[in-house]
């Protein structure tokens, strides 16, 4: 096992000995999110007992959330270095891997240096139409908050991204390709640009058509499209011509980009991934690759 991967797994251990606490929690919407909510209940973890365990511990499967927040996690005064990374946990549009594909990777940016802020989008969404479309919303909202809010927080206009993973990821590609809010304006908040300038895609789902030949019809690569690196495993059950299509689409538009495909890894992993397998270096992987745009530093 290299040195870093070591160092990772201590990080994470040391995680796991406490719940991680977002500094900062903030509304994302001042009053009423756009469009109707068509689900009820209360907000809650429904893991159950007979789950699946990824890592060998229960993950927190946040549902029925209806009022949309950001939480944010910042790095020690120190070490911050101006970037910030709105992440989308996954969950099928169903409900938030919270602490897996959201708090934990807040706390693994902290450590480099970067404020990590997750979104709490709605959900379940999965029975509307464009399932997409309230989380999308509030990462758009998200973005421009998190800029609204860049001189107190000390962060660089220039250096806001987004992460996602599964349909964290649709949500976050959707977010960095999308030319204009999918919201009416609401207040001071959205004078800012709701477009991230890089994102970090782990095994996106919903990209492709039915048929796996191409993007989906609605989804629009171009020159002014920001950076990618994506992540995905051969032998994940969530296709991998998502990320494929996706790499080849911002080839043609010239946007430098980067595509890590390993052999196997399944899906679900977040930062939890076995250490005997390749794919578990992925985080070290997106961390070469944020030095390599200077968005962390030595």
């Known amino acids: 096992m290299s040195v870093k991967n070591l160092i990772l797994l201590f990080v994470l251990s040391l995680w796991l000995i406490q719940p991680v606490t977002a500094a900062e929690i903030l509304k ?3 009053a009423q999110a756009p469009g109707k909510v068509s689900f009820t209940g ?4 429904i893991n159950k007992p007979t789950d699946r365990l990824v890592g060998g511990r229960k993950i927190i499967k946040l ?3 209806s009022s949309p927040e950001i939480h944010v996690f910042f790095p020690a005064e120190e070490k911050r270095n101006g970037s910030a990374i709105v992440i989308c946990p996954g969950g099928g549009f169903n409900i938030l891997a919270w602490d897996l594909e959201g708090t934990e990777v807040a706390e693994w940016l902290c450590g480099l240096g970067i404020t990590g802020v997750v979104v709490k989008y709605r959900t379940p969404t999965r029975d509307q139409k464009q399932n997409w479309l309230m989380p999308v919303q509030d990462t758009q909202r998200a973005v421009s908050l998190v800029r609204q809010h860049a001189a107190k927080w000390k962060l ?3 250096r806001i991204g987004v992460l996602g993973f599964s349909a964290g990821g649709m949500t976050a590609a959707l977010t960095a390709l999308s030319e204009e809010r999918k919201y009416d304006v609401q207040d ?5 640009s709701c477009l991230p300038d890089i994102a970090v895609l782990i095994y996106p789902a919903y990209l492709v058509n039915k048929n796996e030949t191409a993007l989906k019809d609605f989804i629009h690569v171009s020159n002014k499209s920001p950076r990618m690196f994506l992540v995905h495993a051969f032998n994940d059950p969530v296709t991998m011509q998502s990320s494929l299509k996706m790499m080849s689409a911002l080839k043609k538009a010239g946007v430098a980009s980067e595509l890590h495909l390993y052999d196997t890894g399944g899906h679900g992993y ?3 991934s076995e250490d005997s397998l390749p794919i578990a270096s992925w985080p070290n992987r997106c961390e070469d690759w944020l030095r390599h745009l200077k968005w962390i530093s030595d």
């Open 28 to 30: 994302l919407w001042p």
């Open 42 to 45: 209360k907000e809650k973890d």
């Open 63 to 65: 549902a029925n959330v």
């Open 156 to 158: 660089k206009q220039e």
């Open 188 to 192: 001071e908040v959205d004078e800012n």
């Open 270 to 272: 977040g930062l939890r």
